[in-house]
């Protein structure tokens, strides 16, 4: 297992540049960059691709919704162009809240639509041909009733790669399953170690139907990390934060993250923190995130503890752990100890 750095977004730009140095000469994997209704991760990871040489540089992820599969398909070209072939291109297509409240989109079809993505992503990447698709929901050329279809493209901008690895955020049954099936990696939103058999059964359907061109899946998991020596004090940092997930990640009944939880065996503890998130209780709703549930999806305590707790997820399958942190000291000392 490897490890990188998962730096978020919105918050500390200005010191990004030299986090992102001290990774890079420190030998780190990956560095991953998200987005959600800030700063945007494509701005983000071109600033970082200028400041770096070896590291891998990762979307995780680009919002499908708010980008049409081409626009999504010239980033890629051109951050895999500006960073020499190091781009991860991370996809996912968020939640409700942020589609539609957000974006101003609806949010259906999430698997019909996330098929069609992939397959005109690809398909621009290797510039084989002028882009047409038969999709239902990315119809390329646009079918025109009044007139004549447009004349199908081919990207102007020549790619370094023939493929551009794609990874998956997905966090619901059918979407991990799709993930298994469609992309080079998988980008889960949290990954509980200690019950590795809940993945592979999610995983199970896609793996099944995945094709030999695309390897071995690649796990990329995100991990939260609140190290310091006063162990109850590190979980109340991360109490909100679960608390958000849970409670403030989507609609009520329509929350991929507190669903994952449900699964892990917290459905009830979780329906109390999204009813209290939910009706304006949010210090009571981090209040009810247990210790356990923190302990099983983060990292917590002293680095010996972090250190030690490090091999469960090796050992469930994870390929690289992105610790979400800038404390690029740690990450080194924790890849030296792997």
């Not at 030299?18 to 983000?44: H, I, K, M, P």
């Not at 919704?65 to 291109?89: F, N």
């Not at 699964?263 to 998130?277: D, M, V």
Request: glycine fraction near 8%; aromatic fraction near 6%.
């Amino acid at each position: 297992m490897k490890l990188g750095l998962s730096l978020g977004h919105s918050a500390g730009l200005r010191d990004l540049a030299a986090v992102a140095r001290r990774a890079d000469a420190a030998g780190l994997d990956s560095l991953w960059v998200s987005e959600a209704y800030g700063s945007d991760a494509v701005s983000v990871l071109a600033y970082l691709a200028a400041v770096t040489s070896r590291i891998g540089l990762g979307t995780a992820v680009l919002q499908m919704p708010a980008r049409t599969p081409a626009a999504t398909a010239m980033t890629a070209l051109t951050l895999d162009q500006l960073s020499e072939g190091r781009l991860l291109l991370g996809l996912g297509i968020s939640g409700p809240q942020v589609v539609e409240g957000w974006h101003g989109v609806a949010f259906d079809s999430p698997l019909a639509r996330t098929r069609e993505y992939v397959d005109i992503v690809r398909a621009v990447v290797a510039r084989q041909d002028p882009l047409t698709y038969p999709g239902v929901h990315y119809p390329l050329p646009y079918p025109r009733a009044d007139r004549e279809r447009p004349r199908p493209l081919k990207a102007t901008l020549h790619p370094i790669r023939p493929r551009i690895p794609v990874l998956l955020a997905a966090n619901g049954p059918h979407n991990v399953a799709l993930a298994g099936q469609l992309a080079e990696g998988w980008l889960p939103a949290f990954y509980c170690p200690d019950r590795p058999e809940v993945y592979r059964e999610l995983l199970a359907p896609g793996l099944a139907r995945r094709t030999a061109d695309l390897g071995p899946l690649r796990v990329v998991a995100t991990v939260h990390m609140a190290p310091g020596a006063d162990l109850t004090a590190c979980y109340d940092a991360l109490r909100p934060v679960f608390a958000l997930y849970l409670g403030g990640m989507g609609t009520r009944g329509r929350n991929f993250y507190a669903d994952l939880a449900s699964r892990l065996g917290y459905e009830a503890t979780t329906q109390q923190i999204q009813n209290l998130y939910l009706d304006g209780h949010r210090t009571e709703a981090a209040a009810a995130v247990p210790d356990a549930l923190i302990d099983q999806l983060a990292l917590v305590g002293p680095r010996e503890r972090i250190r030690d707790r490090l091999a469960a997820w090796a050992d469930a399958g994870v390929d690289v752990l992105t610790l979400k942190t800038t404390d690029v000291d740690l990450a080194a000392w924790l890849a030296t100890a792997l």
